[in-house]
């Protein structure tokens, strides 16, 4: 079956550093992946998307890469700040634009100032 | 334009009650989905549809049904409430390629 995974365990980094979040799917083969950003009683938010045929995208301090072969998306926020903290999702959509998004767990980012 | 609109935002039933949760959107967005969060196992897709008139299941289907008569409305139906479904419940809408828009949630509570 479908599975994606993501650091279970909470990521804890110092402000100004960069955090790096990893994504691994496995049984999928995804048109897109996406990550969301979820603060604490809300919705999640959508950060960016990324194409099977893309190897990057970048908007302002967050960098998505996305490896079809090893099955890996890594999330990175560069210069962080504490206002960054939150629960950070991976998600995958398959082709045709199906209106099915398949979640991990979350990986949640404490960022100290 | 206000996204996404969820009510309520709070509700506890008893087991056997039955209910509707609303989900509203004013985006003209094809896809309309429903998922479930629980701790620990994250985002749970229950329905989805592509457009009025079209739903299919998600991976949690059992207990909940939907219906999509216009592109603006995708209620969520609770038949017989179990204390299994105490969850946090999401609606989300999309239009094809991009990022979904999600609604404020649903907290609901099954005694």
């Known amino acids: 079956s479908q599975k994606i995974e993501q650091n279970s365990e909470a990521l804890n980094i110092q402000e100004g550093k960069t955090a790096t979040l990893t994504c691994n799917y496995t049984n999928y083969s995804p048109a897109y992946l996406q990550w969301y950003r979820q603060d604490p009683g809300r919705g999640p938010v959508f950060l960016l998307l990324i194409r099977e045929n893309e190897k990057e995208k970048r908007k302002e301090r967050l960098k998505v890469t996305f490896d079809t072969t090893l099955k890996q998306s890594l999330f990175h926020i560069t210069a962080s700040q504490p206002a960054d903290s939150a629960t950070y999702l991976c998600?995958?959509?398959?082709?045709?634009?199906?209106?099915?998004?398949?979640f991990g767990q979350g990986t949640t980012l404490q960022v100290k100032p | 334009n206000a996204g996404v609109t969820q009510t309520p935002k709070f509700q506890v039933l008893k087991t056997g009650q039955s209910m509707t949760l609303q989900c509203a959107q004013d985006?003209?967005?094809?896809?309309m989905s429903w998922y479930r969060q629980d701790p620990g196992m994250g985002l749970r897709l229950i329905h989805y549809s592509v457009g009025a008139g079209i739903t299919d299941q998600g991976e949690v289907p059992n207990g909940y049904n939907v219906s999509r008569s216009t592109t603006e409305d995708f209620p969520l139906r609770l038949l017989s409430a179990a204390p299994s479904q105490t969850s946090v419940y999401f609606c989300?809408?999309?239009?094809?390629?991009?990022?979904?828009?999600f609604g404020s949630g649903t907290r609901l509570t099954v005694v």
């Open positions: 989300a809408t999309q239009t094809g390629g991009y990022g979904y828009t």
């Open positions: 998600a995958l959509e398959g082709s045709g634009n199906t209106g099915k998004l398949i």
């Open positions: 985006m003209n967005h094809e896809y």
